[in-house]
Structures are given as C-alpha cells and as structure tokens.
C-alpha cells in the first residue's frame, strides 16, 4: 500500500489550494480526484479575482498545470469509497486502484446539489437557475427574477436578492409556509406570491422559458433564484467519526481542523460560504496547518 504524507480528497478548488500549500512544503501528497466540482455546468466563473468570468473547468486546469511543477503532488483520477484509522495511519480505500494510506487527511470533496425534485431543474443548475447572487447576480441584475423558496430562507433570499433587482416573483411551489406578517411584507414590496405546485422547468439548452404550474398557465422567465438541498458527496467523514453542524456540514475550527486528530475538511462540505475565493481560501489553510502539524510531530 503506497504511503503518502497527506492524502487530499477532491481535487477542485479547495483541495488543490490544500496541495499547492503541501506541494511546496516538499510534502508527498496524493489528490484523489473524480472530477465532478459541484458548477461543473456553469458557463463562467464570477468573483474570484484574477478569473473572473473564465470557464470554471478552464480555472481548475490551470491550477493543475500549476501544480504539475511541484514533483511530491501526485494526481489521481479515481473516487474514495472509504476511510479507516489504524495506529496513526488512515487507510484510504479507492474504487479502481487499491489502496493508499497516510497520518493526515484533507477532506474537500464538496457537496452534491439535489437538482432532482423538479423537472428540468438540473440541466438549468448553474445556466439560469443560479442560487448565489454574489456569483451570478451581477449578469442578471434588474431582470424578471423567480425565487423558488418557502417560509423564513424565502423571506430572507428575498430580501436579498431585492438588492439586485425589484422585479421579483416568489413561488412557494404548494401552499405557503410564510408567516402572515411576512406574506404581507413581502407583498407590500409588489412582489407575487405563486403558491401553485410547479411541475417543470421548460428550457432550451438549459436557458429557462417557463415555469409549468399544476392548474395554472406556464408563467414565462428566463432567470430563477433556487437553494437545492445537498448531502456531503462522501460519507467518509461519517465514517472517520467527523462531527457535523445542523446544516450537515463537517465541524471545523479556524484552522480546518475537525474534531478527530490528523482530519481536516474544507471547501463547500465544510462552510455555509459557496464561493470560489473561500474554498481556496480554506483549502490553503488546511494545507498549511496539515504541514504544521507534521512538523509539530517529528521535530
Ligand atoms: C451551479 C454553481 C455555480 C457556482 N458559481 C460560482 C461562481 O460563479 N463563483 C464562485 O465563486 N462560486 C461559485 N459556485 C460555488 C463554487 O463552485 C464552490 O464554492 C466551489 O466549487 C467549492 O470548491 P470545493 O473544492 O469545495 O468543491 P467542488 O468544486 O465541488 O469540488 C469537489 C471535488 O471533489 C471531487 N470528489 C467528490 N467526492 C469524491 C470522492 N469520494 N473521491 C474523489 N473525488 C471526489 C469532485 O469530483 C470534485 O472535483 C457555484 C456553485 C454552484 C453549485
């Protein structure tokens, strides 16, 4: 079994950042990778300087590039289907190529949207069904806007997403959850309430048309506001005994550390802030404090 010192789980945007860290701490550091990053369908990429706008596939491929220079980062194209401890050791087992164990784990494998409740919302996820206004809400600033929400997340995507533009409708997609207080504020905004069940999303190469409603007309937009529910895309975590906050995502402290020694997580699976520059950001610093520790235990 090939021993590394850090093995990295999800070799996106965080977990490239933990390797660059590594890398150039002459650490030995396998990314095991299956290339799945949770925008994988956007066209473009905003709000991470120095990229802004560019293709996100196109901003990983350079990061790689980048990362080829540093001769202890190896690559691997393969999924982490499980995780155990032994002594002081993880044993990361891998769906194709057997497995490989190191003292330290990063974990930042992202989260896995679930686009599948209404139809056609997964082949508009992240074209014109977009869910953070910091990263798409510039491009579509003042336009007709849907937000697919209910009770207190619609009220507060709302407000919101008011800031980019007033031209707002709510679809609660069934009977309403809002309190009466927040219905009424929310229409003294002139914003609608559509309380009908939508039963699809109608688009053209993922370009929103229409939104079908049960026993109503199609009501007609082209930019929808939507949070789909997400897991964790591993259950490693849960495995290695990781602690997880309410929203389901892995407890770290300001230093990426969970609560179970040599484990660090970062990235989406480990923060309520889904955005680029954060996940680089964290993966950073969990590359950096991976390292520290290692130096803590062999000086
Ligand atoms: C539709 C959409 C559009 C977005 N647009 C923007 C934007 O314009 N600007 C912005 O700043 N942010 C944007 N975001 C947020 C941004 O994409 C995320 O914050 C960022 O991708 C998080 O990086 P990550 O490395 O944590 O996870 P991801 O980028 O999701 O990467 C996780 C990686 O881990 C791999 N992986 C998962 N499980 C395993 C496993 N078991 N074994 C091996 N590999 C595994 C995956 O294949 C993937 O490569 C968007 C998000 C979405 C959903």
């Known amino acids: 079994m090939e021993k590394y010192e850090v093995v990295i789980i999800g070799g996106s945007f965080s977990g490239l950042s933990a390797a660059m860290s590594l890398g150039r701490s002459m650490r030995k550091v396998l990314i095991i990778d299956n290339q799945q990053p ?156 559509i309380e009908k069940q939508i039963t699809k999303i109608n688009h053209q190469a993922g370009k929103v048309a229409s939104i079908s409603l049960n026993d109503a007309e199609d009501f007609p937009i082209s930019v929808i506001y939507h949070r789909a529910p997400f897991i964790q895309k591993s259950d490693i975590a849960a495995q290695l005994g990781c602690e997880f906050d309410e929203l389901g995502l892995i407890k770290v402290n300001d230093f990426q550390q969970t609560n179970v020694k040599g484990v660090f997580a970062a990235g989406d699976n480990a923060t309520p802030l889904r955005q680029v520059a954060n996940a680089v950001a964290k993966g950073s610093l969990a590359g950096v404090m991976a390292n520290r520790e290692l130096i803590e235990e062999s000086f």
């Open 38 to 193: 949770c925008n994988i369908q956007t066209p473009h990429s905003h709000n991470f300087l120095t990229q802004d706008g560019k293709p996100p596939l196109e901003i990983l491929a350079e990061a790689r590039r980048q990362l080829e220079a540093y001769p202890t980062v190896e690559f691997i194209n393969d999924t982490a289907i499980s995780a155990s401890k032994s002594e002081d050791l993880f044993e990361i087992k891998l769906k194709e190529n057997g497995e490989v164990k190191a003292p330290k784990l990063v974990l930042a494998w992202g989260l896995k949207d679930d686009t599948s409740k209404i139809e056609g919302l997964a082949a508009c996820w992240g074209i014109s069904v977009i869910h953070c206004p910091y990263c798409h809400g510039y491009e579509v600033k003042n336009q007709p806007t849907a937000i697919i929400a209910n009770g207190n997340e619609a009220i507060e995507y709302l407000k919101m997403i008011s800031h980019w533009t007033k031209n707002l409708t709510l679809l609660t997609n069934g009977s309403s959850t809002l309190t009466e207080e927040q219905s009424q504020k929310i229409q003294s905004k002139g914003i609608q309430i």
